[in-house]
């Protein structure tokens, strides 16, 4: 048999044209536009047949008869025994007129060709959009029953289908698809659309939450997914089966209906990300006014919370219109069609993994960003606090390696001097590394430093305000200490808003900047005996959510990594440290690498996070927590000013330590 098929390089297309191969004798003859010439080489290896069984005809989907050239037409008259027709927009944020141009005007142009060659059927392949919004249950046999067709993908692809229903002469068959996954054997796809647009989120909550802590989901409407190897098989096969099928309509569907909350639950299993155990019915949304809904677009700061939200999830600005999908699908002609031949649609429980897998290893947006350090800091000037040891070191030799233009301060000039050594013996002698000795705590000084790296280095592109003081000590053992507050203030606060404050005009100047002040876990859990440093990291982390709402239209950003404990000198003094789980300066250093990559609005650690949860919902719990390991554990040497006798711990305080250890943040 001979076969003529349009979208033959697409997702669908190109495995039912392997398929159309498979059968002996076949020839594919299919469209193929001016200037897709170098996808050939590919397709033919995928098809794993040569020109002579798979041959390209030169033409375009928007012209008249596809714009296939007179003699090839007249070649092609009276050879073609089935024309499969799949070339259309799938993308739900495509613009009217091209949808319109090649989903309706391309089927038109498809149908005269079909005439013009005398082909034996044609073999329309819809969508189950071209039900519309339709409420209840939609069956084969229906059609102009489809309602809410607002949307332009399912406008046209009902228009679409008409022309095959009322303008085809010659024998047709429908088929309407449900929204097309991977391959169910093997996760393999092409492209990224339906479930696939939620993906991003699930793995959001994967690294926000672990596994077995509870979330709340959408339960949504109806949704209904099949494998795009099932699709293929049913085609195939009906389309060649002897039974009659001239004029009929196949839905190739999932018999089992989902709902939208179901499909996440188990895509989120499939990533081993949280399950939803609770849902949120979404036609609640229903029930705000229409009018209400576009007054509050019509509200620029609306606008840019929704469209901002939208992108950070990586959703197509239309997607939450179908949450709500209204639609089931009756397919009982093409169960009794596919009767006997073996080919059903396997269960989603049974392959969404495999869809996962595939898509986090081959169609993750993130994977085709540079998301390297390089690619991000690299011949930028970046300025590191603190940077003469511990985190601050660390981190200056990672952006030094990087290429950038690393700047670091701190108060102790041959401190400075034996860091900038360290850094070009990691990153290179050519490495452009500058020190500055400065007490940013100093107002004078502080201002001098700034002014100096305006004149040299034209400011800065990056800030990593990590120089910080910290002080463990109980506020009963402070009450003569009032200047341990002042002295944490001076440094973590307002040296800090001195240095930022001193930049920030130049990065507006130039409408690039980014800001990452390193904060602490305590800010989250409250952590006794932390008072001082807490209060004061807290402080800056007040003025940073400010500060970024300011400067949010202005390419200005901030990050605070809430920093858990760290083995530099600074914890050095408190002996108990010893025994609980904390990061090297390395793996601080790789926070603060992310923190300039990808500038989320805060980095916390999931140990952080209950913290913060638990505050926040329980809060008296939290208190009682707190306080036990207040109590458990006793004020270092240091804050005690006593050096001849060590703490000792009790019993509980030891089997606490020992939990810890086992603790990963």
Known sequence: MQYFVTGATGFIGKRLVKALLARRGSTVHFLMRPGSEDKLAQLYKFWGVSRTRAIPVAGDLTARKLGVASDELKALKGQIDAVYHLAAVYDLEADEESQVRVNVEGTRNLVEFARAVDAGHVHHVSSIAAAGLYEGVFREDMFDEAEGLDHPYFMTKHESEKIVRKECKVPWTVYRPAMVVGDSTTGEADKIDGPYYFFKLIQRMRQLLPPWMPAVGLEGGRVNIVPVDFVVAALDHISHSKADHAGKCYHLVDPVGYRVGDVLDIFSKAAHAPKMNLFVNAALLGFIPKSVKKGLMALAPVRRVYHAVMKDLGLPEDMLTFVNYPTRFDCRDTLKALEGSGIACPRLDDYAWRVWDYWERHLDPDLFIDRSLRGTVGGKVVLVTGGSSGIGLAAAKKFAEAGAVTIICARDADKLADAVKEIRDVAGKDAQVHSYSVDIADEAGCAAFVRALTEAHGGVDFLINNAGRSIRRA????????HDYERTMSLNYFGCLRVTMGLLPGMVAKRRGHVVNISSIGVLT??????????????????????????????????????????????????????????????????IAQACVYKPVRIATRLGILGQVLHAFAPRVAQIVMNTSFRMFPDSEAARGDKSDRPKLSAEAMALQQMMRGIHF
């Open 526 to 591: 409250n952590a006794p005996r932390f008072s001082a440093y807490v209060a004061s990291k807290a402080a800056l982390d007040a003025w940073t959510r400010c500060a970024s709402s300011e400067f949010a239209d202005q390419g200005i950003t901030f990050t605070t990594i809430n920093m858990p404990l760290v083995r530099t000198p600074m914890i050095a003094p408190t002996k108990i440290y010893n025994n609980v789980p904390t990061l090297s300066p390395e793996e601080a250093a790789d926070m």
């Open 475 to 482: 506020i009963e053992s402070s009450y003569d200490r009032f």
